[in-house]
């Protein structure tokens, strides 16, 4: 039976794909570009959030979330375009109210990192403000050492 996800359809044919084809397509590459950005932290730390609206509240996007206590916080958001085109992200919480955090935002089509920035928190939360565009992106978040 064929699939069809954001207006994309997948047929039978396309489903059985041989692996060394299949690892050609952008989505093979973007794997790869993912594997290289966890490999820049410490990854085997992470602890997912999943749902903990304690640690990140959505906006109207979906999101994957993990940290390394409030040190580090990466979050996958996606699906912005099935929604409607939204750019909306959430906030992040549980950050250390005494120190300062850069951001950045990891394009996981490309593997451009932006330059780091100020996060300007309330306390221990950061309110993020959109993404870049409507895609999968991913934001790190760092406390300064």
Known sequence: MDTIRN???ITIETKQTPWGKSIEYASGYQMGYMKQLFEKYEWWKL?????????FTPDASHFSLASIGNDLFIAYIFDGIANEGTTKTGTIKALDANAEYTYQWFNPR???MSEPQKANKNGTEFKIGERPTAEDWVLVVQKVK
């Open 47 to 55: 602890t997912p959030a999943f749902n903990n609206k304690g640690i």
């Open 7 to 9: 207006g994309v359809t």
């Open 110 to 112: 490309t593997s451009a």
